[in-house]
Structures are given as C-alpha cells and as structure tokens.
C-alpha cells in the first residue's frame, strides 16, 4: 500500500458525484472503507441527475455511448470490455429484482444493447475501424466488430438482431456510400438512471452523501502547516477532516485545483436533441430496436465529429458535436463557467449539413432541433484520464482528464482507482498511462471568446430553470440567498 494512502478506519473525502466520484465510492465502500463522504453541490435525491431538472455535471444526461472500438487503445478496450460485463450484471440484477432502487422495477434496464456504428464519409475503414476490427478479434472477440460493406457480416449483424443497425441511415437503398464498422458489443447507457443505481448501491455498502446546494458545495482545502491536505471547507463554513480527498469535479476539477494547468482544461460540447412525436412513423425506425448509437468522421476535426443516439422512451433524439471542442477561459471566482448562454455555430452547422443528408425524414416530418445543451468535458492534452496522488500535496488524489468517454465506466473505473489509491498493480500500462504528468497544455485558439456563437432556443449549463430549481430550493428550505448563494445558484448580483 502506498504511504500516501489511507487506512479502512481513515475519514475519505471524495467532492463530486459524476461517475469518477460515483465509482471510487462504490467500490471504496465495497472495499470496506468505513468512512466515505461524498459531497456534491445539488440534491441528486430530488433532481435525479437529470440536466431538465438542472443537473450540471457530465454526467447527468439521458444517454451515453457504450462501446469496445478502441482502435489501438487496447487499454480502453480492455477496460470497456471489463465494463459491459458490469453492465449486463447491473441489467441482470434489475431484471431478477436484486438492490432494486426505489422508483426502478424490474422492466428497467440501465444499458441497452443496441450496437455502436463508426461510420466514415469516405469510400475505404480509416486505421482507427481497422485496428478495432483487428485487435478485437486478438482479444478473442470474434466476429463483434462487422464492416458494413461485407456480406458475410451483415449475415452476422442480422442473425444478432442488428440487421438494420448495420445501415440506419439508409445510405444503400439511397444509393450512398455506407462505410463503417458496427461495434455489436456497443451501445448505451441510460444516463440518469444509471447514476442514481450506483449512488444507491454506494450508499448501501456504507457511503455517506451529502447533496446540498450550500453544504455539498467546496469551497477550499484545509491544510496543515507543512502543506498536507488534512480536509475540506464548504459553502457553508463547516470544515470536513479527512486522511484523503479526492477531487473529482468534471469540468471544474481544473479551476479548483490550479496544478492540473498544463494536464487538463474543461471544454465545451454542443449537444442537439430532437423530439419525436408519439405519432410520428419515425418513431419505430428511431428506437433502440432498430436504430444504433453512432459517430460520424468522429477524428475528422472541424468538419466531423458527430456522434448520436436513438429515440428515447420520451421521443428524444440527442445528436452531439465534439468536432472542436471549445474553451472558455473566463476566470470565475467560484470555478463556474456561466458566460456561456449559446451554442457554437460551428456545431450547428456541421449538424445542419449532416441531417438532410442522413436523416431527411425529420425534415420531411418538420422535426427540427427542440433544444440544445452545452457540456463540460475534462480533456488531459494526451487524451488519458490522471488518477493520481497530486505531488507534494500528501492526502490529495484527483480523478479526472479524458472526459470525452469516460461514462461507460461508471460500474468499474472506481475499481482501477481504487488500486490507484492503494498503490495496488501500478505497473499495468493503464494505471501508469493515468499517472500525474507534466504536459505542454493548450494555447488559447480554440477559446469561445474567439469563434461565433449562435442563438439557440434553450440552452442549459445555467439556464433560467437551473435558478428558478436554486431559488425554488432555497425557499423550500427557508434558505436566506447570500451573495456568495446567489452565485453558486447563478443568479447575477442585480436578482
Ligand atoms: C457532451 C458530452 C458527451 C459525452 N458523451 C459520452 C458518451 O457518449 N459516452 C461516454 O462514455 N462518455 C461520454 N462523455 C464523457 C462523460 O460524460 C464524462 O467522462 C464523465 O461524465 C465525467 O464524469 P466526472 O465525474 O468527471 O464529471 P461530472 O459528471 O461533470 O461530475 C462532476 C461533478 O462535480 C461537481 N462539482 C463541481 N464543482 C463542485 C464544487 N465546488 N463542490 C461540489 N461539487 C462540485 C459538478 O457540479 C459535477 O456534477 C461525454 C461528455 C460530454 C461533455
């Protein structure tokens, strides 16, 4: 065990509820450490970690792609295989009624298997599909990865149920190219509800939460005159001791903790969701049933870069942008980003080009975008995760980085942070990959100040209903809204 690390009997704080801090408390608790906290700034209880109810992290959302393809990364892929088992157990657990949480039952399915689609514009597989396609059938996942354009897997993809997830766009009956592979392990993961199983599960071996607006928010660390990370301070004044603290805050890890300047900046990401009415025909056609989540030229840069997934049970169809992801350097006291009230144009252009071309039909039905959000990635420059000790700040760990696909994890990265923490099998490639390193960082081209932004009818990160949720919370509570309140809940200083 490494000397930094912390004893079962040691008080562990861990400061966010995204899936980095999610998992490390699940399987902390699960390890047998007795005393876990984990704060988090908004009542998950109530809000359900969905963003309409004005969640804000990462990873509230509806959806996230699960998949294997992982080019040359065999690292990922064998953590994302690793992952799926753990998801089909959490499916297996609901369906046979075993921890079902309050408000589940045991229709209720936390991933659904539906394929993931890499498609490419071009007439040949990019390396990246060819590596997938190869290092999975090394790893003895035979016939998992099936290219679009051969025969024999579409038989495969068919006698698999995903027949028609091998062209959903219905590139060949328009006479178009249809070139990919579709990752048949892959899928999604329902967000929302997946994020509040795991709070449940980590609550019931033992981890202790406290979701509260003021209470759950940190404001500093407490630290011993040799410069050691004894604790943390709240919003609220209380300070909270502890013999570890890991920070795993998404988007804001990087503002709170300054020494991850040249390893990782937040970025943004544009999210597009259309609605499907209950009457359209497209419903059937869009579903999970029939329809795969997909990447469209998803390392193309500018011009590319599109992912998707299929309707949900509310008729939402999400269409992200992560061609550039944006940043947004304004210095904000409390490490939030709020001068972002619009999405990149940029974004809506390439999702423009892209729907008359793969989608016509929610054209022809007049469907257009119904709302847009805009969320926060961690990205490391070398495109890692650091899950780490931080250097000379003894009783501080950090998990975070890499935050463009770090969701299909959630049953078992906490797992491989946990020997992080323990200093347990640090020599495996992925554990040293994550360790603390020094990089160049990135110079300020992509910064939203310097690219046009467009309106767009809603926009989330904090939007009026995020302050309408913050006020609503605090009358509730009989809460008076102090200046320092008022920007947590983002509300300016004239409100
Ligand atoms: C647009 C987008 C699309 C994505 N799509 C996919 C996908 O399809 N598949 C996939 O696997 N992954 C996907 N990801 C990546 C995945 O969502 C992230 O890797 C993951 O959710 C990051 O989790 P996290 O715990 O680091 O951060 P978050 O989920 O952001 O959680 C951090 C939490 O810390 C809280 N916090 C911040 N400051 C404080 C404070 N002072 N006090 C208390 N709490 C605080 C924040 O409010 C936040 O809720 C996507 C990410 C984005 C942005």
Redesign the pocket.
Known sequence: MSRQSASKNDRINI????????STALHLARRGYKHVTV????PYYITQYSYFNG???????I?????SAYGSQTEYQHLSTEAIASWKQWNSDLEHGVDVLEGMSSNDRVFIQCGSLNLTDGDALPDFERATVKNMEEAGHRNTQLVTTEREHQKIATSKGMGSAMDPFLRSNRGKPNVGVLDSTGG??I?DKACCLALHQARNFGARFVLDLIA????SFVTSPNGDTIGIT??DGKQHLAALTIM??????PS?LPQLDSLCEATA???FIYKIPRTSKLGDSLSPKQFP?WLWKVRDGVEGGL?GFPRDEEGYLKI?Y?GTKYTNPKPQE???ERSLIKILAQAMQVVRRFVPEYLPELEEEGIDVALT?V????DSFDNHFVIDHVPNKRGLFV??G????????LPNIGNWIDDAIEGVGSTRPAIQAWKWRRLEGAKGARALANVPLVDTRVTTGRTADDIAFGIKYLKTRDIECTEPMKRIIGLSAAN
């Open positions: 400061v966010g509820t995204g899936i980095f801090g999610l704060f988090y700034k908004q969640c804000d992290g990462a990873s509230a959302d959806n996230k792609i699960i998949r999604f993961a967000a759950g928010a940190f404001d709240m919003k795993a805050c998404g988007g804001w890890t709170l990401g544009s999210v989540t992912y992200g992560r409390d490490g939030i959000r969320c926060w990635y961690t998990t975070t890499r935050s463009g696909h770090a969701f299909k994890y």
